[in-house]
């Protein structure tokens, strides 16, 4: 955290620059929980609390308690070292979903998103088809999609508490009906019943109707100009709502503490807080319900990069894929003495097939999908590779690094576009290992010509994969089958843990000038990679000694030369600072440096909006060139009580810097090892950049990465507006927009989809005027075999006809069946008894359940989450004896503790099917119910010293119940956790 010292100074420096944006914004319409930082330097409410504040706030105390609960003797700063990029990355992506709900032109003025203008009901039904689509996803391993969903029902949900009358009615407790439906419901206020008296003043203290507030009536205040507010209706409220002007005046919002944009500013605090509670029992209730291992994976956390191949198949590829095999074996056994699982995955490819998608994160189940693999035929030389990537894009996480083996150039070249789209989405590098060069007669090579002939390959041929790897910051290497195992090194190097890149740079020059890289105190196990072929090399360290790395053997580094590529490695202990290698080369040069470290980066770029909110709304696809933009940054892995400065290099192609960008403190709240700035960029240049990091501590140490993908400025972008589920049997429309900051002209749309569901991929030609925009559809039909929960990925790319100006979009689709089984499980006490004393350890309580399903599913599971007693699942309704035989259990397994109760309930299951005890897994009971309707009766057994317990009932739909248990007979308290998801193979995936 910077020191209050230069939090201050940095404040005033910000406002410097912010003041006249925030004037234009002052006289827009704004509403909803504040968005993120901007909206705090907008309203000069420092300390309100923003859907970003709130949303990283509880996803993080959430990871911490699943971290310390499965982690043996967790210390503090083990857990916390456990949050890295790809977990604040994972936690952007919810947070960028919760704000695009003030952002997007679907979604902001729809008073159902937002709980606005008393559409209570509305706002309900849309939080519980978000709840059923986040866990939906969550089951089948579909985490972007369920990160998405889940920033959308978090938005909605905290609006309720800042746009309802829910505080002010009192409540201290959050409002469980929203998405519990056998919870208690609030009557609404009816539609032409008064709600508010008029206001004149910016605070609006007792501004509701009597009548209201006596028979406890819930309402929301309307907003704008959306929706005509009745006679005597509450307003939203604040300088940026239209609708304050008419009967009832004023406004109720609690969105910040300025009583400028806030009416009940005074709540606000309130208001958070329990939008606060609601955002984290939203997330406990998930982590009971996906378990804890699935809730981790959701938000990447100890997830280390993912190993991911695209495999040529073809008769000439046995080297190659024996190479891959021996090296994944490698980074198998590396990764198990550090007890480390990764995600897995294999795309195999040839002519005219590609696929499936091998994806396990079981180390054996990828070994054994490599060792399937069989070279086997040929054919025409260009094969089916862009297919085959696609997939790997689709179902790699972000973050990662895909490694194509193949000898062959695409067939596909059609797919370009939506490999570069997914690509720069999901910032994952796309790697080549080429065992053909045009410029080599080998054999294999003469072999391919001879399977066509005799006819001579294009030298261009491999363009395509050139693009890719330098547009993604992968790398592009020609090399022979003699080298291919020794080259895929690189493999092992880049999926290493906590891998940072310092340098990255590509050129055509035959004499590369001295170049320069930094290495600070935080990284270690340095390693080079430059492809191409060098003539000299020459490695100079931060204390002035050089070693000509192709002629001597020396102290700074260790060279390794294979076809294509130099693997260098620095020798420890590596010198802190700047680094030079002077190198000439012949042709194209690709240069990459990388390191071990903590310390690393993310950002995205941002644009002002101010529709409806005051706030920085991310770009999507690439920024417009020559437009004002702001840079937002987050660095991870630097503490908190660090005294640190960072700004931006833009950096062209061949590493020449093209623009600098200061960067000021967000102010928002900080949180472990992470911080956050933004920098305005006056006028983006029309070049491709990457962006390059640069800092210093209090010590004046200075420290160096770079974003290796390349960003590509334009003129024109895509904007896909509100993404909808799929419908198994049904057609989809998915509505985008087209803006022109250009000249007016012809524009060529194409979609693609990786599931083959899009009714028509293109190209479709429309005309834009200069600085306007065009509204079109794409449609996709879904068969109705589709799977529940699978996800669609869907790449729109636009193209100027006669320009080289282009953009790019992508959503993610879930498949949602129309009828599911919507109840939840009953779960009903038919007797309790107790005897509890004051010497809890010689008594003892019991509840009697009759759980059944009110759905056509039936039972599934039934799981002890809470509580030191047993439960008793019995094959009838139970008789005296054996409600007897459960307290003689009990008081055996109090009299035998030091054996362990599976050991003693061995010889006491004549009566009962089953028992459970906190800790076990789910207990499968659905072969045990002949009907959807049938019920089956347990009792819950404990000591008096644990007064309270919770079980957790599902159906084979997936819908669970929670019964929270206590030992007063008065305080019996059944209550039920409520959701839709259809299950796997007849039960719950647990």
């Known amino acids: 955290m910077l020191s209050k010292r230069r939090t201050g100074e940095g404040r005033q420096s910000t406002l410097f620059w912010f003041s006249?944006?925030?004037?234009?914004?002052?006289?827009?319409?704004?509403?909803?929980?504040?968005?993120?930082?901007?909206?705090?330097?907008?309203?000069?409410?420092?300390?309100?609390?923003?859907?970003?504040?709130?949303?990283?706030?509880?996803?993080?105390?959430?990871?911490?308690?699943?971290?310390?609960?499965?982690?043996?003797?967790?210390?503090?700063?083990?857990?916390?070292?456990?949050?890295?990029?790809?977990?604040?990355?994972a936690v952007r992506e919810v947070v960028t979903a919760n704000a695009n709900m003030d952002f997007l032109s679907s979604t902001r003025f729809d008073p159902v998103y937002h709980f606005d203008s008393e559409r209570v009901d509305g706002s309900i039904k849309m939080l519980r088809q978000l709840w059923t689509q986040t866990v939906l996803s969550v089951h089948v391993k579909e985490y972007k999609s369920a990160r998405y969903r889940l920033g959308q029902l978090f938005h909605s949900l905290q609006d309720f508490y800042s746009h309802s009358n829910w505080v002010e009615m009192g409540k201290r407790s959050i409002y469980l009906h929203l998405l519990h439906p056998d919870e208690p419901a609030v009557l609404l206020a009816k539609e032409n019943t008064p709600t508010c008296k008029e206001c004149f003043t910016a605070t609006c203290k007792h501004n509701f109707q009597p009548t209201i507030m006596n028979s406890q009536l819930l309402t929301t205040g309307y907003f704008g100009n959306s929706l005509f507010k009745p006679k005597g209706k509450c307003s939203h409220g604040g300088i940026m709502d239209n609708s304050r002007h008419r009967s009832a005046r004023g406004g109720i919002n609690k969105d910040s503490k300025s009583p400028t944009f806030s009416p009940h500013h005074y709540l606000h605090v309130e208001a958070a807080a329990l939008a606060t509670k609601a955002t984290l029992s939203v997330l406990r209730d998930l982590r009971d319900t996906v378990g804890p291992m699935a809730f981790l994976k959701l938000f990447r956390v100890k997830q280390v990069p993912a190993l991911v191949f695209v495999m040529d198949t073809t008769g000439s590829m046995f080297e190659e894929i024996t190479a891959a095999r021996l090296r994944a074996h490698s980074i198998i056994e590396n990764r198990?003495?550090?007890?480390?699982?990764?995600?897995?995955?294999?795309?195999?490819?040839?002519?005219?097939?590609?696929?499936?998608?091998?994806?396990?994160?079981?180390?054996?189940?990828?070994?054994?999908?490599?060792?399937?693999?069989?070279?086997?035929?040929?054919?025409?030389?260009?094969?089916?590779?862009?297919?085959?990537?696609?997939?790997?894009?689709?179902?790699?996480p972000p973050l990662s690094e895909i490694f194509v083996f193949t000898d062959a150039s695409a067939k596909d070249a059609y797919l370009f576009d939506a490999v570069k789209a997914l690509a720069l989405e999901k910032q994952i590098k796309i790697t080549f290992l080429l065992t053909e060069d045009p410029s080599y007669s080998t054999g294999k090579w003469r072999m391919r010509r001879k399977r066509r002939s005799m006819e001579p390959?294009?030298?261009?041929?491999?363009?395509?994969?050139?693009?890719?790897?330098?547009?993604?910051?992968?790398?592009?290497?020609?090399?022979?089958?003699?080298?291919?195992?020794?080259?895929?090194?690189?493999v092992e190097d880049n999926t290493a843990v906590d891998k940072v890149?310092?340098?990255?740079?590509?050129?055509?020059?035959?004499?590369?000038?001295?170049?320069?890289?930094?290495?600070?105190?935080?990284?270690?196990?340095?390693?080079?990679?430059?492809?191409?072929?060098?003539?000299?090399?020459?490695?100079t360290c931060p204390s002035g000694r050089s070693q000509s790395l192709l002629s001597e053997h020396g102290s700074l580094a260790e060279l390794e030369h294979f076809q294509g590529l130099y693997r260098i490695s620095l020798l420890p202990p590596v010198q802190p600072g700047q680094w030079n290698l002077q190198a000439r080369s012949d042709g194209h040069i690709t240069f990459s440096v990388m390191g071990d470290s903590s310390v690393d980066f993310l950002y995205y770029f941002a644009t002002v909006t101010n529709e409806t909110h005051p706030g920085l709304a991310r770009v999507e696809g690439s920024p417009v060139a020559g437009a004002p933009v702001f840079l937002v940054l987050t660095v991870t892995g630097v503490s908190s009580a660090e005294d640190v400065s960072f700004h931006v290099t833009l950096l062209g192609a061949e590493g020449e810097s093209l623009q600098q960008v200061k960067l000021n403190h967000s102010f928002s709240s900080l949180v472990h090892s992470l911080e956050e700035f933004v920098g305005l960029v006056d006028s983006l240049p029309s070049m491709a950049f990457c962006v390059r990091l640069t800092g210093q501590d209090s010590r004046g140490n200075e420290l160096e990465r770079v974003s290796t993908e390349m960003i590509q400025p334009t003129r024109v972008q895509i904007q896909m507006l509100l993404t909808p589920h799929l419908v198994p049997g049904h057609s989809t429309t998915v509505d985008f927009d087209i803006l022109n900051h250009g000249p007016a002209g012809l524009f060529n749309l194409t979609a693609d989809d990786d599931c083959g569901y899009l009714l028509m991929r293109g190209p479709h030609r429309f005309h834009v005027e200069e600085r306007g925009s065009f509204r079109g559809q794409v449609y996709l039909l879904t068969p109705a075999s589709a799977a529940a929960g699978a996800t669609v990925t869907l790449s729109l790319t636009v193209h100027a006809h006669n320009t080289p100006e282009s953009n790019y979009a992508v959503?993610?689709?879930?498949?949602?069946p129309l009828n599911v089984d919507t109840s939840p499980p009953s779960c009903s006490a038919a007797r309790v008894q107790s005897d509890c004393t004051a010497l809890c350890t010689d008594s003892s309580w019991s509840v009697s359940l009759v759980v059944s399903d009110n759905g056509r599913s039936g039972l599934a599971a039934l799981q002890i989450?809470?509580?030191?007693?047993?439960?008793?699942?019995?094959?009838?309704?139970?008789?005296?004896?054996?409600?007897?035989?459960?307290?003689?259990?009990?008081?055996?397994?109090?009299?035998?503790?030091?054996?362990?109760?599976?050991?003693?309930?061995?010889?006491?299951?004549?009566?009962?099917?089953?028992?459970?005890?906190t800790g076990d897994p789910p207990l499968n009971v659905s072969e045990w119910v002949l009907s959807s309707t049938q019920p089956l009766w347990v009792t819950y057994t404990s000591s008096c010293c644990s007064a309270q317990a919770e079980v957790l009932v599902w159906d084979k739909a997936g819908n669970m119940k929670r019964c929270h248990l206590t030992s007063s007979p008065a305080r019996v308290r059944l209550t039920h956790l409520w959701f839709r998801l259809p299950l796997h193979h007849g039960g719950p995936r647990l």
């Open 865 to 917: 989450l809470n509580g030191d007693g047993f439960l008793s699942v019995f094959h009838s309704l139970p008789t005296e004896d054996s409600l007897e035989e459960v307290q003689l259990d009990l008081e055996q397994q109090h009299k035998h503790k030091n054996k362990t109760s599976r050991d003693h309930h061995q010889h006491h299951q004549h009566q009962y099917r089953a028992r459970l005890e």
């Open 501 to 539: 890149i310092l340098f990255h740079m590509e050129s055509d020059q035959e004499l590369l000038s001295k170049r320069s890289f930094r290495v600070d105190s935080s990284v270690k196990n340095v390693i080079l990679h430059i492809t191409g072929f060098m003539t000299d090399c020459v490695l």
């Open 457 to 490: 390959l294009p030298p261009d041929r491999f363009s395509l994969y050139s693009s890719l790897s330098s547009l993604s910051g992968g790398l592009m290497i020609f090399t022979t089958d003699s080298d291919i195992y020794k080259v895929s090194a690189i």
């Open 811 to 816: 959503a993610y689709l879930t498949v949602v």
């Open 20 to 89: 006249p944006i925030c004037l234009l914004i002052l006289t827009s319409p704004c509403k909803g929980f504040l968005p993120n930082f901007w909206s705090q330097v907008v309203t000069l409410s420092w300390d309100s609390q923003t859907h970003q504040f709130i949303t990283e706030k509880t996803i993080l105390n959430v990871t911490l308690e699943v971290l310390r609960s499965t982690m043996k003797h967790p210390a503090e700063e083990k857990v916390s070292s456990l949050l890295g990029r790809s977990f604040w990355r």
């Open 336 to 396: 198990a003495k550090n007890a480390e699982s990764p995600d897995y995955l294999l795309v195999p490819f040839h002519d005219p097939g590609f696929g499936p998608v091998y994806e396990s994160d079981d180390p054996q189940q990828f070994m054994q999908d490599l060792e399937n693999l069989m070279a086997l035929g040929g054919g025409d030389e260009p094969e089916m590779c862009l297919s085959a990537i696609l997939l790997a894009l689709a179902h790699s």
